[in-house]
């Protein structure tokens, strides 16, 4: 697989995540897990992770994950304004919506925070430009057609970065990272619940450094 060479510096958050190439989405149940969670994934090789707020825990595992330097740590499932001025004042240094909510986007560009809205048509597609986005979430990904989807929608949004998350897994994802409009995939095949749960770090360390490798392409 080509290398890719992400346009946006990688000073700036989503030149970062372009770097990484892949954004593990987490749900977590017990925030004293994050921790011992943020370091399987730094010594895996992909320091970065959206916290979903599906859970009680994901405020407090969020804080903790963002205060540690080495992770790059954004929030995800953020539906409504009032969530991501709370994630942003949790040290969020991301925000992550399922799909196009402009009052969060607005909330988000005023605090400089970079967003990334979920999207399943060319419609919302289009609000999103309006409303000045230039990377969106591409969700549910597999769902919607997948990387035959994602190629129709970047024919006329060729301007348009796609994150696909939503089914991504260790056996597709590098056929969406070759698609030049996709700086990075997320997915949470690296750290699904049970793992975290089940307290199996060394797991996570290493389905997250086969993930990594796969992004990298340097399984080729
Ligand atoms: C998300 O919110 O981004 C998805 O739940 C992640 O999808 P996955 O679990 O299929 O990777």
Not at 167 to 194: E, F, I, Q, T
């Amino acid at each position: 697989m080509a290398a890719h060479s992400p346009e946006d510096p990688i000073s700036t958050i989503p030149g970062q995540i372009a770097t990484n190439r892949l954004l593990p989405v987490v749900t977590i149940e017990d925030a004293a897990a994050a921790p011992a969670l943020g370091e399987a994934l730094r010594r895996g090789g992909l320091p970065c992770a959206e916290i979903t707020l599906r859970t009680p825990a994901a405020e407090d595992a969020l804080k903790a994950l963002a205060a540690n330097d080495d992770l790059l740590v954004g929030a995800g499932t953020v539906l409504n304004e009032k969530q991501a001025g709370r994630v942003i004042d949790l040290g969020a240094r991301f925000v992550v919506t399922p799909g196009f909510s402009l009052s969060v986007v607005r909330h988000c560009q005023a605090r400089g925070i970079p967003v990334f809205p979920g999207i399943a048509t060319s419609t919302e597609l289009m609000m999103a430009l309006d409303a000045g986005i230039d990377t969106v979430k591409f969700f549910p990904a597999e769902r919607l057609g997948g990387l035959a989807t994602l190629k129709a929608l970047a024919q006329p949004f060729g301007m348009v970065k796609f994150i696909p998350t939503g089914g991504v897994s260790a056996a597709n994802v590098r056929d969406y990272l070759a698609h030049p409009s996709v700086p990075a995939a997320g997915g949470s095949w690296m750290v699904p619940v049970s793992l975290i749960n089940g307290g199996r770090f060394d797991e996570i360390e290493r389905l997250t450094t086969e993930a990594a490798a796969i992004a990298t392409g340097d399984t080729d």
